[in-house]
């Protein structure tokens, strides 16, 4: 018995048409300039060594000037053909011949010219490179690039290519994390810690990338610093910061932190007099952690209703009565809202204005969130050190963006004496 397993015809010319169905989106324009690019950019060259040779091409030699004779007779060397060469950019592939030539040196010896304009064993224009590292970081992976850019490069690239425009972003990275940090404005400072995951040793594994953003006087948050160091313990977050530190960081007037014990034993050895602020959403999240779930939702409305009241007396108030009734009801509760102190109200001794910005780590969390949504695609990065570069890469190609934090405009007014009175 034969089984005929013959795509039908229809089935067929659905799926011809599917492939196809942008090839007919003919476009004479580009299809005009993408022909005369080739042209332009070998006039361009030649045009470069034209100069070089202080000659056209197939031109006399000059005459020497006798003031200024140097042994040349005026010429700094001679052409000797032509070379090959591939070229990829925005307007996609092409095959252009590079001139050759020799230029005289000292002691009668010659060296080969080369273009500034295109550079040694270049194969992709900066542009070009651009666009596949944009289109990565918007969340494309290796393998869908070439799809998807396909209508510009003519599906010149691969995923090796990827790769390589990648591996290229490093000399930036490793620039920005030993840029000088002197003439930055920073006067305050948001910690937190965010999970990823990586591959080590051939398997998926949760690692944490140490987050340090800064506020400058103007209100403008920038990234400071993104490290995996193992995990957030006080010998991490040591190392990070006297990082910051010796390039010339200076001491920052306000802190805000996760609450987690590394940072805080970190903070108090190095920043001990600095005003810091523990991240409301943190301890709401350490308060139902102590609570069971049938109380999650009363603690919710109580913990909201005192984080955010309006003023200091009537957050003193409403602490109160958080701790009076949860000592009774569940004391895991109140013992976890006494152990965070006055530093979970410190943003108290601010303008209100400035309530909303100080009082979490949320600037890092959204970063968080993007970076997530943008490699979801890829599920497990290819390394840990991948990962930091990456989330750094978003922030520093514009695909994620930083506003002013609320209340800038007031960031030069001094704190008050002390946030609430927690025996009122």
């Not at 690039?145 to 209508?151: D, E, G, T, Y």
């Not at 910061?241 to 996760?258: N, Q, T």
């Not at 922030?395 to 002390?418: N, Y």
Request: contains cysteine; hydrophobic residues 40%; proline residues 3%.
């Amino acid at each position: 018995m034969t089984s005929n397993s013959t795509k039908s015809p229809t089935l067929q010319l659905v799926a011809e048409t599917t492939v196809r169905l942008l090839d007919d989106w003919f476009d004479p324009i580009e299809a005009g300039l993408r022909g005369r690019v080739r042209e332009f950019i070998q006039a361009m060259i030649e045009g470069e060594l034209e100069a070089a040779l202080s000659r056209p091409r197939y031109g006399r030699r000059p005459k020497a000037d006798a003031e200024n004779a140097d042994g040349l007779s005026g010429i700094s060397g001679h052409r000797h053909g032509h070379r090959s060469r591939s070229l990829l950019g925005t307007f996609g592939p092409v095959e252009i011949a590079v001139p050759r030539a020799r230029l005289n040196i000292a002691e009668g010896k010659t060296s080969e010219w080369k273009s500034t304009a295109l550079r040694a064993y270049q194969r992709r224009t900066k542009q070009a490179a651009s666009l596949i590292a944009g289109a990565y970081l918007a969340g494309t992976n290796t393998r869908r690039v070439r799809r998807a850019l396909a209508a510009v490069f003519g599906g010149a690239i691969s995923k090796d290519t990827v790769s390589r425009v990648w591996r290229k972003v490093k000399a930036d990275w490793d620039a920005w994390n030993s840029r000088s940090l002197a003439d930055e404005p920073i006067i305050r400072l948001i910690l937190d810690g965010t999970v990823v995951r990586v591959r080590l040793d051939r398997k998926a594994t949760s690692i944490v990338l140490l987050v340090v953003l800064g506020v400058r006087e103007d209100g403008q948050k920038v990234l400071l610093a993104v490290k995996n160091m193992g995990g957030e313990t006080s010998e991490a977050w040591r190392v990070v910061l006297d990082d910051l530190v010796k390039r010339g960081l200076r001491k920052p007037e306000f802190l805000i932190v996760d609450g987690g014990t590394g940072l805080e034993q970190t903070l108090a050895a190095l920043w001990g007099d600095v005003p810091t602020q523990r991240c409301t959403v943190h301890k709401h999240r350490n308060l139902l952690a102590h609570a069971p779930k049938r109380l999650h939702e009363e603690v919710s409305a109580d913990y909201t209703d005192m984080i955010y009241a309006t003023s200091p007396a009537e957050i003193e108030e409403r602490r109160s009565a958080f701790i009076r009734k949860w000592r009774l009801k569940c004391k895991a509760v109140a013992d976890s809202l006494e152990e965070a102190g006055d530093r979970l109200f410190t943003f108290t001794r601010l303008p209100d204005s400035q309530w909303k910005s100080v009082r979490t780590t949320n600037a890092i969390e959204r970063l968080h969130e993007e970076f997530k949504r943008r490699i979801k695609t890829q599920t497990v990065l290819p390394s840990a050190e991948t990962a930091a570069m990456l989330f750094w890469a978003l922030l520093a190609a514009g695909q994620i963006t930083m506003r002013k934090v609320d209340g800038w405009e007031t960031l030069t007014q001094k704190l008050a004496d002390k946030p609430i009175d927690l025996a009122a």
